[in-house]
């Protein structure tokens, strides 16, 4: 489910949020670090969950429609489209979804059914629905392609259901912008005869990502003062505010994957950093780094150390 980059990102924020100091208790500090990537799972089983809430939902709306005393012929006989969307069945039925939902209490829905209530609503009034419903076609590949528009246009930029979020739990603000890339990859795989496990992806990829995470926030703490150190000498002529900003820490990791991890091409550590700071950073922000991160090269190359291993490598 992450990848390396996202990975960085929360050090980045676990490491902002400290403050960048040599800590006494990298036990804990580490314990933060892999609560806060378990919390992004969380933020992913949660959506699940609503999109299964959205799927009941528009069976129950159709049933009040059906039974109204004075109801239309059109609402004796409504269109069942997106109750019958195979793509939501798929994500409804799947138990081991439900069995974590339950276990990590997630099923908040159920009490907060009122954001339910208004996502449908604008979902039903849009012209994605409208179009949808009116296609003569049915193909999963229709299902599918409509639950990635109105997630994409309705769901995921909904300011109340950010709202919402943000008051469940503040880091997950910061983890939306990567969960909603990752359900929507996770979407577009999905297949008819997808086995239960494609939609829910493992947290990490392998054993070794988990440790990178681990070890890039445990030696950027413990290195803190000398990359400063470091990096205040390459960056006579910028403004030292910068260095207290998220720019200084993703500086900092850089010297650490720079130093400490071998067999990470400078290249590739150069490229993250540029891009992250892109995202969360100022616009100079990018020019800053790599005008720095550059320098440091050129001198370990220089100076013949902290040499790299490994492919890849030029």
Known sequence: MLNRRHIRIKVMQSLYAFKGTESDDLAKDQTFLLHSLDSMYDLYLSILALLTELHKKSKSHNEKLQNKLLG??????????????????????????????????LNFWDLDFEYVDILFKSIIKSKVYNHYINDPETAF??????????????????????????????????????????????????????????????????????????DLLKKTILNNSKFSEEIAIKATNWDAERL??????????????????????????????????????????????NGILDKIVKEYQSKNIHKKTGRGLM
């Open 244 to 289: 207290a900003s998220i720019d200084g820490v993703l500086l900092k990791m850089a010297l650490c994957e720079f130093q400490k991890f071998p067999s990470i091409p400078h290249k590739v550590t150069i490229n993250e950093y540029l891009e992250i700071a892109k995202e969360y950073s100022t616009p100079k922000s990018s020019l800053f780094i």
């Open 141 to 214: 590949k229709k299902d599918k392609q409509f639950i990635i528009d109105i997630y994409s246009e309705l769901i995921a930029p909904n300011d109340k259901l950010y709202d919402y979020f943000e008051d469940k739990k503040l880091t997950w603000i910061d983890d939306l912008p990567v969960v909603n890339t990752v359900l929507l990859k996770v979407i577009r795989k999905l297949k008819l005869t997808s086995p239960e496990t494609v939609l829910l992806p493992d947290l990490y990829k392998d054993e070794d990502d988990k440790e990178f995470a681990k």
């Open 72 to 105: 239309s012929d059109t609402d004796k006989n409504p269109n069942t489209r997106l109750q019958d969307n195979q793509l939501l069945h798929i994500v409804s039925e799947n138990k081991m979804l439900q069995e974590l939902v339950k276990k990590r209490k």
